[in-house]
């Protein structure tokens, strides 16, 4: 309909007067309708489409991403729309540059890092293997402490001999523990028989009181062996094990030191040049960390030998003490002075029963 009336419009014949001018246009009525109707058409398409625009809307919300700007104004053409989904500012071009670089800068960093550390490992490795090799073909030289040498030495024999000691004071506990448990059997054995056979009684008896006290001097004596045991034990694989531990690391740094040590000495043999200079610096660095580290270990192993050394003897004194006057008891059946020896050293015997804990400790 509003083309048909356009068209109507576009084709009316307007007057012309035979010396050119156009006629009075106010005057023509279908000219003025034809306007007043396109006028109301174009209101009643313009409310249409935007209460469809305002259903749309309300149904489906607005969606930010499709809005769009309108240049030429109200009612204007298409060519002046620009969707603001294709619009990214700056600061978020930025932000999301400086993340990926910030990712790529850590994870760049982490694998040099892996690579300087797998370097210096290396470079270590040779060095300490190249010095090794030269010390035990004699090509090579040391640095040695023969009074320290010495005792770390006597250290390592007297381990070895307590841990023979340990080894032989298990197998008489083990022993001393099956006879005792053979004493008790025996005992239990003569006491059945004495009950059976009237004619043997006293006999019987008499032999079962007797292997029922040695079985409780037995687990006496056991107890005060275990307690030996157990402080031997502590005192071999745990104290003398934290000394050799540290001088094993002191060992190491020694070695360390002698290999930089003796490369410092091979660069300054060679040329001046600035290359060489800037490796003996860089040398000259190296061979004082690992000096200072060999210094340190070397003072805390003097330290630690000292207190082990007092230690031991304390602890032996104590032990030693222990098992004599332990054993002298048990073999001479002096019961009274066997349980006072346990009292002297704080020793506490378990009751027969409390081998297995009972349901309230295991909770």
């Given at each position: 309909m509003t083309d048909s009336v356009m068209s109507k419009a576009a084709t009316m014949e307007i007057p012309i007067n035979s010396n050119g001018d156009t006629g009075a246009l106010a005057e023509d009525d279908s000219l003025e309708q034809a306007a007043k109707l396109q006028w109301s058409l174009d209101e009643k398409v313009g409310s249409s489409r935007d209460t469809r625009d305002l259903q749309q809307v309300m149904v489906s919300g607005p969606n930010l991403n499709e809005t769009s700007i309108v240049s030429g104004g109200y009612g204007g053409t298409a060519e002046g729309i620009i969707p603001t989904g294709s619009i990214k500012g700056?600061?978020?071009?930025?932000s999301t540059s400086s993340s990926s670089m910030t990712a790529e800068e850590a994870t760049r960093g982490v694998a040099v890092e892996k690579y300087e550390a797998v370097k210096k490992w290396g470079l270590n490795t040779y060095k300490c293997t190249k010095q090794m090799i030269s010390e035990r073909f004699g090509r090579g030289s040391r640095t040695v402490d023969l009074e320290l040498e010495a005792q770390i030495e006597l250290l390592r024999d007297t381990k070895r001999k307590y841990e023979n000691v340990l080894r032989l004071a298990k197998a008489l506990t083990n022993h001393f523990y099956n006879m005792v448990q053979t004493q008790h059997a025996l005992g239990d054995t003569f006491a059945d028989l004495s009950q059976k056979s009237p004619e043997l009684r006293d006999e019987f008896g008499y032999n079962a009181e007797t292997q029922k006290l040695l079985c409780k001097n037995g687990e006496t004596l056991l107890g005060a062996i275990n307690f030996f045991v157990s402080s031997i034990n502590t005192l071999v694989n745990k104290t003398m094990?934290?000394?050799?531990?540290?001088?094993?690391?002191?060992?190491?740094?020694?070695?360390?030191?002698?290999?930089?040590r003796s490369d410092l000495e091979e660069l300054s043999l060679g040329p001046r040049d600035a290359v060489t200079m800037a490796r003996i610096d860089a040398a000259q660095e190296q061979y004082q960390v690992h000096k200072e580290k060999y210094e340190r270990l070397r003072s805390d192993v003097i330290i630690k030998l000292k207190f082990l050394e007092e230690n031991k003897v304390k602890v032996m004194h104590k032990q030693l003490l222990l098992f004599h006057n332990a054993i002298s008891a048990y073999f001479a059946g002096n019961q009274q002075q066997l349980e006072q020896t346990l009292k002297q050293f704080n020793i506490k015997l378990r009751p027969p029963g409390a081998d297995k804990p009972s349901w309230l400790e295991e909770q």
């Open positions: 700056p600061n978020m071009q930025h094990e934290d000394t050799l531990m540290t001088i094993r690391m002191y060992e190491n740094a020694r070695l360390e030191f002698d290999a930089y």
